[in-house]
């Protein structure tokens, strides 16, 4: 029977959900993002091959695959093209394949100036974002004042309000940050340009994924970041302005929750982070830094040094309850085989004794100490391994701690970046 799947982060992001889509789109028909933006970056490694995406979905690989943009992702029309016109330079046919929602917020250059101006005047404040101009782009939608990409094609009143809205953005730029402003005259003609560009790509989005549905056909959701840096259900502030939550697609796609079937969660053996906020399981010492190193823990999207630690089950357990995560992914294991003892944090203590409530905004776990247990490591290599029955027993009893501390069956485990590296514990994902 077919079934609609979605695919989300259960953490900060970065766990591997770009790999996990393209494994699971080889039975979709559709892959669909629902929230985010170009703030995203999906690394795929085909045939030794390295492709980071950012809007596109990460189904695009598939020659069979349909590829949506929903309407809850913000989308900047020059990224959006770029990204097409660097697939297209490696032979993939994406023009045919890719529909982006009329509904989309627009990302302006000026959502980009004021994301990087209001970043610079936060001093330590500041929430270390990717500077893609997510967080005002979501704020103008929030505010009913987002121009959308159908408004593109009613040009005069678009550029009566994209004057509007920038005269608005350079208020704020010049005389709040005191930075330059930008240029409406030049986004005009650009934007009067990618949207004779886009044109054939726009749709309606809803329409065509609920087609996929009622043909019987399978149905994949792919979230970008992950469950904490939810805007509602995150370590707020310091989250991103989407919901990355599987809630997320009923908004972000117009595809109604009981029409959901599975619900694939996705995490690291370990865990990292970018950018600023409560990180309860960080390690700052040698083996944060072997996590670094061994993982190659830098952001696919603006190259940073991703944080690195310790694989949190309490923030997981949060993320399974929020998701409704019913299977789990288990990437990047071979990254723990050198290590003589592997910890997992099991539960979060305060300081005075009081119980932690769930309470996962940035205050909360600021106070928490992280209250760990202990597993031997298995020192040897598990790369490239894809047969459950040659994971050394040290790999299969932390596999199945993780299942026990979180309820949830591991599905799928991955032991490196290729396709191929993948054990698939559970095949039934899309049976
Ligand atoms: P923004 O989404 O650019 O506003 O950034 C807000 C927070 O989300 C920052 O901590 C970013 O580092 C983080 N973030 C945004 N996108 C990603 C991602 O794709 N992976 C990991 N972290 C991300």
């Known amino acids: ?30 892959v669909v993002r629902f929230q985010g933006g170009h703030n995203a970056g999906h690394t795929l490694v085909v045939n030794n091959v390295k492709q980071i995406l950012h809007l596109i979905p990460s189904g695009i690989l598939h020659e069979h695959v349909q590829c949506y943009i929903g309407n809850g992702v913000v989308v900047s029309p ?49 929430i270390g974002t990717t500077g893609r101009g997510i967080g005002p782009a979501y704020e103008d939608k929030a505010a009913r004042r987002s121009i959308r990409i159908g408004d593109l094609y009613q040009w005069d009143d678009a550029k009566e309000r994209i004057v509007d809205l920038f005269a608005y953005h350079n208020f704020l730029l010049q005389h ?10 030049e986004t005009l003609a650009d934007f009067a340009r990618f949207a004779v560009e886009m044109r054939p790509l726009v749709k309606d989005t809803l329409a065509a994924v609920h ?10 959701f792919e979230g970008a970041q992950g469950a904490m840096l939810d805007v509602d259900l995150g370590t707020f502030p310091y989250v991103t302005s989407s919901s990355t939550s599987a809630g997320g697609v009923c908004t972000g796609t117009g595809f109604g929750p009981r ?53 949190d089950a309490v923030a997981l357990k949060h993320a399974v309850h929020m998701n409704s995560v019913s299977t789990m992914c288990l990437t990047k294991l071979d990254v723990l ?14 300081s005075n004794g009081q119980a932690f409530r769930g309470e996962f905004g ?41 299942e026990d501390l979180l309820e949830v069956p591991v599905g799928i485990v991955s032991t490196g970046a290729n396709r191929a590296a993948t054990i698939v514990r559970d095949d039934t994902i899309f049976n």
């Open 211 to 220: 087609g996929h549905r009622e043909r019987g056909e399978n149905v994949l």
């Open 78 to 126: 020059s990224a959006l093209l770029d990204e097409i016109k660097q697939l297209e330079e490696h032979g993939i046919n994406v023009r045919a394949r890719l529909s982006v929602s009329h509904a989309c917020p627009i990302v302006l250059p000026s959502h980009i100036a004021l994301d990087q101006a209001r970043e610079a005047k936060s001093g330590d404040r500041k």
């Open 1 to 30: 029977m077919a079934k609609n799947v979605v695919v989300v982060g259960m953490a900060w992001g970065d766990e591997g959900k770009g790999k996990i889509v393209d494994l699971l789109a080889e039975k979709a028909s559709a």
């Open 259 to 311: 029409y959901i079937d599975e619900v694939v969660g996705v995490t690291k053996a370990y865990a990292t982070r970018v950018g600023e906020g409560a990180f309860p399981t960080e390690l700052q010492d040698e083996t944060g830094k072997y996590f670094a190193e061994k993982g190659n823990e830098f952001g696919a999207t603006t190259g940073r040094e991703r944080r690195c630690g310790w694989l």
């Open 362 to 402: 940035e205050r909360s776990l600021r106070a928490i100490e992280p209250k760990y247990e202990e597993l031997d490591g298995w020192m040897e290599s598990t790369e490239d391994i894809v047969d459950v029955g040659e994971l050394p027993e040290e790999a299969i009893k932390f596999v199945h701690r993780v």
């Open 176 to 185: 709040y940050y005191e930075v330059e402003p930008v240029d409406v005259e």
């Open 337 to 350: 085989d050198s290590l003589e003892k592997i910890r997992i944090c099991s539960a979060y203590e305060f």
